[in-house]
């Protein structure tokens, strides 16, 4: 991962006490995901000149609320974050403070526009939107909490959620413009759009779910 100018020693205390927290969620939501999240982060922050120290906290902290009620993991995580007293090692109330409302800002379902340029970072990092991540991830949730459903009941969620979340109508906002996630989320629209496109991607990556 590059993480070039982020301190070292915060660094070390991240990945030895907060990333390893990852382990306990689902595939969707694992240290892989926190580690991209924390990546695209870093690549943005660098073109908006954000703290990269912030940004690194931010990213980390941002799903550990997953360990509560999903509804409301991102106020969870934003507690999370002001409450570790740990991050007064590296920063002031006041930055810790904006971390906290960043953190609360990132969900996709949030309404309203991120209240800093941290909030947009995370939101935009957390928006992976390429369109088979974004499908590989929706099957994984669908199988890991709803393994009493059949087939079928999987593909009617599967829709479902690509229509409330995707579509033109759908609730995922982005902050940033001209990221890759503008053309990625064309791209997902164009496929929900087709539902014969959508339910071939649907059984291929159930049947490669299914096996593992």
């Not at 590059?2 to 990852?22: C, G, Q």
């Amino acid at each position: 991962m590059d993480n070039n100018n982020v301190s070292l020693d915060l660094m070390e205390f991240v990945e030895k006490n907060i990333l390893p927290r990852y382990a306990d969620f689902d595939k969707a939501h694992n240290m892989e995901h926190v580690v991209g999240v924390i990546r695209r982060s870093l690549q943005i922050a660098r073109s908006y000149g954000a703290d990269i120290n912030m940004v690194y906290v931010v990213a980390a902290y941002h799903d550990l609320g997953l360990s509560g009620p999903r509804a409301i993991h991102h106020l969870t995580s934003g507690k999370i974050l002001q409450a570790d007293s740990r991050l007064k090692k590296w920063f002031s109330t006041e930055q810790i403070k904006i971390m906290k409302e960043a953190v609360e800002d990132h969900r996709a379902s949030t309404s309203h526009m991120p209240r800093s340029i941290y909030g947009k970072i995370v939101a935009e990092a957390d928006r992976d939107l390429e369109p088979m991540s974004v499908f590989r991830r929706t099957v994984q949730y669908g199988m890991a909490h709803y393994p009493e459903m059949p087939k079928e009941e999987q593909w009617k969620r599967f829709v479902e959620h690509m229509h409330n979340k995707y579509s033109e109508n759908g609730y995922v906002r982005l902050w940033i413009k001209g990221s890759p996630n503008e053309k990625n989320l064309q791209t997902l629209r164009q496929i929900i759009a087709h539902p014969e496109e959508l339910r071939k991607v649907f059984e291929q990556l159930y049947e490669e779910e299914f096996r593992v």
